[in-house]
């Protein structure tokens, strides 16, 4: 049935806008006025039985759609699923449930293919920026294996914990973050506004001047005069870094900084083992191959130095070895977290042991970001002290020797 996009006025003249599926744009005008809205302009939406259509930019350059309006979406259609409903009208379900414009047309289109006899797979894979490799590729095996909500299910926890995840390690570099650009902004106001003002006495007074004030001096004036290179300069080195971790040298040097890092290092490896450990239990959980699944991951980690790990590691599974035999003696896979994969391959559970060892690893990430908060908190405290005490320093320093050839 075709999609159609509608602006309209409710029954305050409000203007509204949204999605409509009917079988022709006058029975979507009458649907639209039978439901209270009076239809301004009704148009109909990208084709999707069209060839040389793009269906992966069905959601518009303005249009989001959140993390977390997939993790729902994914939970209701696992319930719809599991409770026997039909696979086309538990989509039809979920179109007339979202609230979200650019969601409720992509659920559309995901129906529309399924009803002219797509797999739920295919139908999904169409839209690669909302749909992961790892979200078809359990779909897919949910389909092979006749448990599509149990697989949804899984989906919907695992999308849940990795959001989860990556909100406690946002929210931990938010405080620090701030911190550091209101404490840089206050230290160039101080030199670049007020230090001149104090200063000026001193260097009226024709005196030598301690070098501490005298570096402050001609910071102040560097700073009040050519502020603008300086921003240039940052702006320009900051894009030249950026450049250079887009190259692979760089990006392999920036992966291994964050790994070995003395504070965020710990927190990062770990972050690494539980969405390593999780990823691949699900994974397999769903019957996806080992080998598939390990590609998922190294995807997914996104990490150019666990990348080559995995990649060797999966030459040696190839050959017949074992995953615990080509992990080991990794350094980013400690020999605990082999050890506990040793046990779930000898016990032939390899998916319920990552499932646990996610899990250890989850609460261990948590306790790491508490650790690395409280150690960065003081560090910049610190620094910022250090900072404003120098400038104090500076100034007082002068009026101390003043202070001195008066008595």
Do not use: C
């Not at 992509?106 to 529309?112: C, N, S, T």
């Amino acid at each position: 049935m075709p999609v159609f996009e509608y602006k309209a006025l409710d029954s305050a003249g409000r203007n509204i806008k949204g999605i409509i599926d009917a079988e022709s744009e006058a029975q979507a005008r009458s649907r639209l006025r039978s439901s209270g809205k009076y239809p301004i302009t009704i148009k109909l939406g990208n084709p999707r039985s069209g060839a040389g259509v793009d269906t992966a930019n069905s959601v518009g350059f303005f249009e989001r759609i959140k993390d977390e309006e997939i993790h729902v979406m994914t939970r209701q259609l696992a319930t719809l699923v599991g409770a026997g409903i039909p696979l086309v009208q538990s989509l039809s379900s979920l179109v007339e449930q979202s609230s979200n414009p650019a969601l409720k047309r992509v659920i559309a289109e995901v129906r529309e293919k399924v009803n002219e006899g797509s797999t739920l797979t295919r139908a999904l894979g169409e839209h690669p920026k909302l749909f992961s490799n790892i979200y078809v590729n359990m779909i897919r095996a949910g389909e092979a294996s006749g448990s599509l909500s149990v697989v949804l299910e899984r989906l919907a926890d695992f999308g849940e914990k990795q959001q989860a995840l990556e909100g406690r390690l946002r929210a931990a570099l938010i405080y620090p973050i701030f911190m550091a650009i209101i404490g840089s902004a206050i230290l160039f106001i101080l030199v670049t506004y007020v230090v001149p003002n104090i200063t000026q006495v001193f260097s009226d007074m024709g005196k030598v001047l301690p070098w501490p004030t005298r570096f402050l001096i001609d910071l102040s004036g560097f700073l009040g005069t050519y502020w603008w290179i300086v921003l240039g300069g940052l702006a320009l080195s900051f894009m030249g870094i950026r450049y250079f971790f887009s190259l692979p040298a760089g990006r392999a040097f920036w992966d291994l900084v964050k790994l070995k890092a003395p504070i965020i290092g710990p927190v990062v490896r770990k972050v690494v083992l539980a969405r390593f450990a999780s990823t691949l239990g699900s994974l397999l959980n769903s019957s996806v191959g080992l080998l598939t699944s390990m590609q998922i991951v190294k995807t997914l980690i996104d990490n150019v130095q666990v990348a080559a790990v995995l990649d060797e590691a999966m030459t040696h599974i190839e050959k017949g070895k074992s995953m615990t035999a080509a992990l080991s003696g990794s350094p980013w896979f400690p020999p605990m977290f082999v050890q506990m994969i040793s046990v779930g391959e000898q016990s032939g559970n390899l998916e319920g042991m990552l499932e646990k060892v996610s899990t250890s690893y989850e609460r261990e990430v948590e306790t790491a970001i508490l650790g690395m908060t409280s150690l960065i908190e003081p560090i910049m405290i610190v620094g910022m002290g250090a900072a404003v005490g120098f400038v104090v320093l500076s100034i007082l320093l002068p009026i101390f020797e003043m202070n001195q050839l008066v008595g």
